[in-house]
């Protein structure tokens, strides 16, 4: 198994520019989050998702949009970046309800932005 | 709602020294406790965890008992290693929605030898 893999791995934007944060999991997980993480500020979770076509948001969504067509993927997409958006972006997946393995998140290794 | 409130770092030991880092938590229920470790350049991975009160989660020498009567969850080890330098983070999951967690600030731990 890969896991929980996110492309790209750094990116330099644009303010203005618009792209999309490629995250996919391998382990059929029902549950995909999104964090972001800045100095001494830990994780903050932007959306998750508890299962395909469903999505909610976290603690700091504005600027942000998700979608969940399938299992495996959880693309998040800013808009119109800002230099605000500047952060190191985690996915992680979890097992449902019914794993053993409930509520253990499995992280990706980050993405690394920067908007100029 | 949901909240982790870890011990300030940055922490600094020398090797073989004894370790804790401090967890305490505000939820409602019986959630689930973790630590999770980030080496530099490196998504978080699961250190430990527990599920229910008095669970103790242990891994690599590293333990962590689950104190419901102090809402607590302290991480320990006997004697760190310049290869445990990393950041720690505590986090919670209520099992009524297992795929949100709520995560400590973490606190950055450097071993020297």
Same mark, same amino acid.
């Given at each position: 198994?890969?896991?929980?893999?996110?492309?790209?791995?750094?990116?330099?934007?644009?303010?203005?520019?618009?792209?999309?944060?490629?995250?996919?999991?391998?382990?059929?997980?029902?549950?995909?989050?999104?964090?972001?993480?800045?100095?001494?500020?830990?994780?903050?979770?932007?959306?998750?998702?508890?299962?395909?076509?469903?999505?909610?948001?976290?603690?700091?969504?504005?600027?942000?949009?998700?979608?969940?067509?399938?299992?495996?993927?959880?693309?998040?997409?800013?808009?119109?970046?800002?230099?605000?958006?500047?952060?190191?972006?985690?996915?992680?997946?979890?097992?449902?309800?019914?794993?053993?393995?409930?509520?253990?998140?499995?992280?990706?290794?980050?993405?690394?932005?920067?908007?100029? | 709602?949901?909240?982790?409130?870890?011990?300030?770092?940055?922490?600094?030991?020398?090797?073989?020294?004894?370790?804790?880092?401090?967890?305490?938590?505000?939820?409602?229920?019986?959630?689930?406790?973790?630590?999770?470790?980030?080496?530099?350049?490196?998504?978080?991975?699961? +250190?430990?965890?527990? *599920?229910? !009160?008095?669970?103790?989660?242990?891994?690599? /020498?590293?333990?962590? =008992?689950?104190?419901?009567?102090?809402?607590?969850?302290?991480?320990?080890?006997?004697?760190?290693?310049?290869?445990?330098?990393?950041?720690?983070?505590?986090? +919670?999951?209520?099992? *009524?929605? !297992?795929?949100?967690?709520?995560?400590?600030? /973490?606190?950055?731990? =450097?071993?020297?030898?």
């Amino acid at each position: 198994n890969a896991g929980v893999t996110q492309t790209p791995k750094f990116q330099v934007l644009k303010t203005g520019q618009s792209m999309t944060l490629q995250c996919a999991q391998d382990m059929n997980h029902e549950y995909m989050s999104w964090y972001r993480q800045d100095p001494g500020m830990g994780l903050r979770l932007i959306h998750y998702s508890v299962g395909a076509g469903i999505t909610d948001q976290g603690e700091v969504p504005n600027g942000y949009n998700v979608s969940r067509s399938t299992t495996e993927d959880f693309p998040l997409r800013l808009l119109l970046a800002a230099p605000s958006q500047t952060s190191v972006y985690f996915c992680a997946s979890s097992a449902g309800a019914s794993g053993r393995s409930i509520g253990e998140q499995y992280f990706g290794p980050g993405t690394r932005l920067t908007v100029t | 709602g949901n909240s982790v409130t870890q011990m300030e770092g940055p922490v600094t030991l020398s090797e073989e020294a004894f370790l804790t880092i401090n967890c305490t938590y505000t939820a409602t229920g019986y959630p689930s406790l973790f630590w999770y470790v980030q080496y530099p350049g490196e998504g978080l991975q699961l +250190l430990l965890k527990a *599920t229910k !009160a008095d669970d103790k989660g242990s891994n690599k /020498g590293f333990e962590a =008992t689950y104190r419901k009567e102090t809402t607590s969850f302290h991480l320990e080890k006997g004697s760190v290693q310049v290869s445990d330098s990393a950041v720690y983070f505590c986090a +919670l999951s209520a099992n *009524t929605n !297992a795929g949100k967690s709520t995560f400590g600030d /973490g606190t950055t731990l =450097t071993v020297k030898p």
